[in-house]
T-cell receptor, first 114, second 112 residues
Framework: GAGVSQSPSNKVTEKGKDVELRCDPISGHTALYWYRQRLGQGLEFLIYFQGNSAPDKSGLPSDRFSAERTGESVSTLTIQRTQQEDSAVYLC????????????FGQGTRLTVV | RKEVEQDPGPFNVPEGATVAFNCTYSNSASQSFFWYRQDCRKEPKLLMSVYSSGNEDGRFTAQLNRASQYISLLIRDSKLSDSATYLCVVTDLTSGTYKYIFGTGTRLKVLA
């Protein structure tokens, strides 16, 4: 596709359930980022993938959060045993390996844990 | 110290005012610099790149001060439609590739 695609766009889940969020980056973009944004708050870095290198997981808030990416393709962010404080918009971005170029965001997945 | 720091605001300014935001970054070797804009309930989008010599795009002027490690964004003649959150972004070169680091944003409200 032409842009970063995320699915689902909205997800309502019950507390304690697991959820899986998907991100399709722009074709050819080696870097992929996941961010969390709570209502009225700034971007909170979660994880960064760069090609086949080991991901930077330093932003994952707990071991309930995990993410995978195979090569330079789709990434999934999994949240296990969801809690109400996990309610947020989860944004994915991708960028080229070349400097000075724009990073593009998907429209996000709005997660509501009830 | 955070890698990229911004005053969260909000900055409340009247229409027609000039407003400026600063952003500081911690890595003196940071390579590229950008300002992104995020409208309410939307994803961030590129506003403008920031070049070493400074650059202007209409009412918007961006400047980079490498010695003091900050970038700035100046908005002249503010419009109601400028109300948004402005995110400062730097890229760091790590192992031959560029990693984007986003600030948490500065919220601007332009008042009628």
């Amino acid at each position: 596709g032409a842009g970063v695609s995320q699915s689902p766009s909205n997800k309502v889940t019950e507390k304690g359930k697991d959820v899986e969020l998907r991100c399709d980056p722009i074709s050819g973009h080696t870097a992929l980022y996941w961010y969390r944004q709570r209502l009225g708050q700034g971007l909170e870095f979660l994880i960064y993938f760069q090609g086949n290198s080991a991901p930077d997981k330093s932003g994952l808030p707990s071991d309930r959060f995990s993410a995978e990416r195979t090569g330079e393709s789709v990434s999934t962010l999994t949240i296990q045993r969801t809690q109400q404080e996990d309610s947020a918009v989860y944004l994915c971005a991708s960028s080229s390996h070349r400097g000075g170029t724009e990073a593009f965001f998907g429209q996000g997945t709005r997660l509501t844990v009830v | 110290r955070k890698e990229v720091e911004q005053d969260p605001g909000p900055f409340n300014v009247p229409e027609g005012a000039t407003v400026a935001f600063n952003c500081t970054y911690s890595n003196s070797a940071s390579q590229s610099f950008f300002w992104y804009r995020q409208d309410c309930r939307k994803e961030p989008k590129l506003l403008m790149s920031v070049y070493s010599s400074g650059n202007e795009d209409g009412r918007f002027t961006a400047q980079l001060n490498r010695a003091s490690q900050y970038i700035s964004l100046l908005i002249r003649d503010s419009k109601l439609s400028d109300s948004a959150t402005y995110l400062c972004v730097v890229t760091d070169l790590t192992s031959g590739t560029y990693k984007y680091i986003f600030g948490t944003g500065t919220r601007l409200k332009v008042l009628a």
